[in-house]
T-cell receptor
Framework: GAVVSQHPSRVICKSGTSVKIECRSLDFQATTMFWYRQFPKQSLMLMAT?????????EQGVEKDKFLINHASLTLSTLTVTSAHPEDSSFYICSARDKVAVIFGPGTRLLVL | GQQLNQSPQSMFIQEGEDVSMNCTSSSIFNTWLWYKQEPGEGPVLLIALYKAGELTSNGRLTAQFGITRKDSFLNISASIPSDVGIYFC??????????????FGKGTKLSVIP
C-alpha cells in the first residue's frame, strides 16, 4: 500500500540552528503534501500545504519565513525550521494524498535546546 | 470555520469490553475519516466514510456516517491491549480546485486495562 516516510525520525539541535525534515511518498506521486505540528496531548494542527512546483500555502499564524517548505518533486517535500528556538520543539508530521486517502508519515520529533 | 468535536476525551476500559466514541460538527462534511495514533507515530487511517448513513466495518471496528452528515461514531468491539492509542476523526476542508485539507477532532485517548 501507499507509504509516506519522514527523515529524520528524531532530531535534537541547538537554539538558533536550522533543521530540515524530509517527507517522501513511496510508490505514489503526490502533487500535494501537508505539514502538521502536534504538541503533547493535543491534536494535529495544519501548518501548511505544500504544492509541487509552486509556493506553499500557509495557515494563519504560521510564519512562512520561519518554516520554509520546498516541494521540488512529486515524491519529496521538505520543511526547514529556520533559527529554531525551544518553543519550536514539537512533533512534525507530513501527509500526502494518494488516490483514495490521506496517508501520514511517522512523524519527526524535534527538540530544540 | 469547520470544527469537529470528539467525545469522550479519554476513556479507560477493561480488556474485552466494547468501546464507542463519536464526533460531531456544526458543518456538513462529505467525508469522515477515522485515524488511530500511537505514541511517537503518525496517524494511521482506520476507516473512511463517504456516504451519509454509511456503515462500514474493518475487523473489530465499525463506523457510521450520520444521516445529517454532521456526525459519525466509531465502535471497537472486544477491545484488546493493542487498541490503546488516540483516535481522531477528521473531515476534509475544501479549498477550491478539488484540493482539500483535513480538519481533525481533538482526539479520544483510549486506555485498555488487561
Amino acid at each position: 500500500g501507499a507509504v509516506v516516510s519522514q527523515h529524520p525520525s528524531r532530531v535534537i539541535c541547538k537554539s538558533g540552528t536550522s533543521v530540515k525534515i524530509e517527507c517522501r511518498s513511496l510508490d505514489f506521486q503526490a502533487t500535494t503534501m501537508f505539514w502538521y505540528r502536534q504538541f503533547p496531548k493535543q491534536s494535529l494542527m495544519l501548518m501548511a500545504t505544500s504544492n509541487e512546483g509552486s509556493k506553499a500555502t500557509y495557515e494563519q499564524g504560521v510564519e512562512k519565513d520561519k518554516f520554509l517548505i520546498n516541494h521540488a518533486s512529486l515524491t519529496l517535500s521538505t520543511l526547514t525550521v529556520t533559527s529554531a528556538h525551544p518553543e519550536d520543539s514539537s512533533f512534525y508530521i507530513c501527509s500526502a494524498r494518494d488516490k483514495v486517502a490521506v496517508i501520514f508519515g511517522p512523524g519527526t520529533r524535534l527538540l530544540v535546546l | 470555520g469547520q470544527q469537529l468535536n470528539q467525545s469522550p476525551q479519554s476513556m479507560f476500559i477493561q480488556e474485552g469490553e466494547d468501546v464507542s466514541m463519536n464526533c460531531t460538527s456544526s458543518s456538513i462534511f462529505n467525508t469522515w475519516l477515522w485515524y488511530k495514533q500511537e505514541p511517537g507515530e503518525g496517524p494511521v487511517l482506520l476507516i473512511a466514510l463517504y456516504k451519509a448513513g454509511e456503515l462500514t466495518s474493518n475487523g473489530r471496528l465499525t463506523a457510521q456516517f450520520g444521516i445529517t452528515r454532521k456526525d459519525s461514531f466509531l465502535n471497537i468491539s472486544a477491545s484488546i491491549p493493542s487498541d490503546v492509542g488516540i483516535y481522531f476523526c477528521a473531515g476534509p476542508k475544501y479549498s477550491g480546485a478539488g484540493s482539500y485539507q483535513l480538519t481533525f477532532g481533538k482526539g479520544t485517548k483510549l486506555s485498555v486495562i488487561p
